[in-house]
Each structure stands twice: as C-alpha cells, then as structure tokens.
C-alpha cells in the first residue's frame, strides 16, 4: 500500500468553480502534515499546513481526519493561476529520512 | 537573496561518468535534503542531514554520497551515472522537521 495516496488527475475545472481534492496516508505516527504546490518544470512551494483543527488560507481550506487518515483541499473560486499539482504531504518525526513522504500530486487545470 | 540554491541547473553528461551537484541554503536551517523527481512526477526523499547527521534512505544506491561542509551546504556526489539516474534532484531544507523550502532542481540527463 502506497504511504500516500492521491488521485493523479488531471482535473479540470472551470475558473470561478470550487475544487476538492483529498489524499490519504498510511502511517498513524504522521504528526504534521501539508500541501504543496509544484508548478510545471518548478519547485514545490509550500502552500500550507494543516492542523486538525482545520485551517483556511483566503481562497483554500484545508482538512484533517487523523481518525480516517485523510486530508482535504478546497479551493474556492479557482483561479487560472492554481494551474498547478498539488502535493500531499506528510511527515512522521522520528522517522529520518523515511519520515518524509510526498503523494504523487493532483493536477489540477483550470479552463477560462 | 535566493533562499535555497542549486547549481548546476542543468546537467548532460554520458553514463559511468562522476558528477556533483551542489546545495546551499541561507535561512539558518539545520536540517537539509536530497529529493529525486523520476519522470513520472514522484518526488522522493534520498537523504537528510541533521546537524552532521546523515540519515540515509536505504533505497538510495551507494553511488549517491551526500557531503555537508557545513549547515548551509549538502552536495550530492553521484559515482558511475547511470541511465536510470536521470531525473530532477531537488535539495530542501528546513528547521528539524518542520517545513521544507526547496531549491529550483537540477535537472540531470544521462546519455
């Protein structure tokens, strides 16, 4: 079973529409968790954290379910600009260098 | 002012040959990465280096030696290039294990 899982895609959405993609892990010893963005022949960046609790950044919320050991990303109003793939990402402290492990990433495109 | 910076970009070289490839970072990290993207897109950890210590990714041949002079700088030296060995390599760091910042990768074609 693959650590984490995330449907590759390609989704594609109209601009002004709102999106949600999700990934799942298989480790319970995950301890911080979050989502990066790599855009074509680019680095990830950092798109942020995900807590628990949930947490919003402007157009993107994000979610956890440690129970069920799924993450979600919404975006709202997409904008051509999110053209991008998004990486779920999660780390197991202690783990070394196993302990970090990237999905494979959602592509995601938006249309005008 | 580049946070996290990789030279070379990009890297042609025939198979058997030695290459390096090298990493530095400004943001005081202490803790720094080698990643490989193969060409369907997966990004994998092959090292990380904590405060002089490595910790190696098994599945990482030993062809792949990482070097760090010092906290700022993990080179990643690759004995015997083979064909398999094209990919992009991102270098990352961070502070322990919190979150990573990534340099712009090397993109490594073995002829």
């Known amino acids: 079973r693959k650590e984490v899982e995330q449907d590759p895609g390609p989704f594609n959405v109209p601009e002004g529409a709102t999106v949600a993609f999700n990934c799942t892990y298989s480790?319970?010893?995950?301890?911080?968790f979050f989502w990066y963005r790599q855009d074509c022949r680019k680095e990830p960046k950092l798109l942020m954290s995900?807590?628990?609790s949930g947490n919003e950044d402007g157009r993107f919320t994000a979610q956890l379910n440690r129970a069920s050991q799924y993450i979600s990303l919404l975006i709202r109003d997409s904008k051509l600009s999110d053209s991008a793939t998004y990486l779920c990402?999660?780390?197991?402290f202690g783990g070394g260098a196993d302990g970090l492990t990237f999905g494979k990433g959602t592509h995601l495109i938006i249309q005008p | 002012d580049t946070a996290v910076s990789q030279t070379p970009k990009y890297l042609v070289t025939q198979m058997g040959n030695d290459k390096s490839i090298k990493c530095e970072q400004n943001?005081?990290?202490?803790?720094m990465y080698w990643y490989k993207q193969d060409s369907k897109k997966f990004l994998k950890i092959m090292f990380s280096?904590?405060?002089?210590?490595?910790?190696i990714n098994e599945t990482v041949p030993n062809r792949f030696s990482p070097k760090s002079p010092d906290k700022a700088h993990l080179n990643l030296h690759i004995n015997s290039l083979e064909l398999g060995d094209s990919a992009v390599y991102f270098c990352?760091?961070?502070?322990?294990?919190?979150?990573?910042?990534f340099g712009p990768g090397t993109r490594l074609l073995v002829l």
């Open positions: 990402v999660v780390n197991i």
């Open positions: 280096y904590n405060n002089k210590e490595l910790i």
């Open positions: 943001l005081g990290h202490d803790t």
């Open positions: 995900v807590y628990s």
């Open positions: 990352a760091s961070s502070r322990s294990m919190g979150t990573q910042y």
């Open positions: 480790n319970s010893a995950s301890q911080s």
